[in-house]
């Protein structure tokens, strides 16, 4: 059975006075309303993140960034290690967010690097893949997400690869308020899933977290998370607010 696992995006949001209220909020309710069964995670701009994780620990909440480099260390100036990273308590790294990939130019191949030294930092990787709608309009969609897989993670040992977090985004369907309809969320996953068999077997395949993201909130999580191969989403606008990332969280 594989645990949901929800994990808010704050994006380039909050400042640090902003993220302290948040998380407390979020650890405050979370403790009141939500059960063992869902795994929270905080995905908290860099800047804020060590402060975070002093009202996490200890809490059902844990703490993730949202993005890290490919080096150990070293010259790369303005660049943060996933070293560094683990020494403020982060757990979890969002790795390939679409908004990366256009925005800043993110390979496959420079995140097949990010999900290795993530992995051999202990950390787990959310990694991110996903179509445009022009993509998914010339019925190339399915191949490209593939090949987002194979190129990033096909080259991992099947016991690294079990410890990732594949988070399937439908470009089109970030921040616009449009989402996936539940047909559509459970047919890809389902892809992907088979795409994981055909690499790592069924029996690995069954055991990946597979969450949904793209305008995921309070009043479509329930349906969209009751979907066989959804297991947790990655939600950006709606975990801004305490009251409707928690809401999210309870439709799992
Ligand atoms: C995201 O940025 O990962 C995301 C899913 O954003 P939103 O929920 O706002 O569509």
């Known amino acids: 059975m594989r645990k949901k696992v929800i994990a808010g995006n704050w994006k380039m949001n909050k400042t640090l006075e902003d993220s302290l209220k948040l998380a407390t909020e979020v650890v405050t309710i979370a403790n009141d309303e939500v059960n063992?069964?869902?795994q929270i995670v905080m995905c908290v701009p860099f800047t804020s993140l060590y402060a975070v994780s002093n009202i996490v620990k200890g809490?059902?909440?844990?703490?993730?960034?949202?993005?890290?480099?490919?080096?150990p260390s070293g010259a790369y100036t303005g660049e943060i290690s996933a070293e560094m990273l683990k020494s403020v308590g982060v757990q979890y790294v969002i790795l390939g967010h679409s908004e990366r990939r256009e925005y800043f130019g993110e390979s496959n191949a420079l995140l097949a690097d990010k999900v290795n030294i993530v992995l051999a930092t202990g950390m787990t990787p959310i990694f991110c893949c996903g179509e445009t709608l022009a993509q998914r309009e010339k019925g190339i969609h399915i191949d490209f997400i593939n090949a987002q897989l194979t190129d990033s993670l096909f080259h991992l040992a099947p016991a690294d690869f079990q410890k990732i977090i594949i988070a399937y985004e439908p470009i089109w369907a970030i921040g616009t308020g449009v989402t996936a309809t539940t047909a559509q969320a459970q047919e890809m996953h389902e892809k992907i899933r088979n795409h994981i068999a055909s690499k790592y077997g069924t029996e690995v395949a069954e055991t990946i977290v597979i969450q949904y993201g793209g305008s995921m909130k309070p009043d479509n999580a329930k349906e969209l998370l009751s979907c066989k191969d959804v297991d947790g989403g990655l939600i950006g606008g709606a975990s801004l607010k305490a009251r409707d990332f928690i809401d999210v969280i309870k439709g799992a």
């Open 59 to 71: 809490t059902k909440v844990a703490l993730g960034a949202q993005n890290c480099y490919s080096k």
């Open 36 to 38: 063992n069964n869902v």
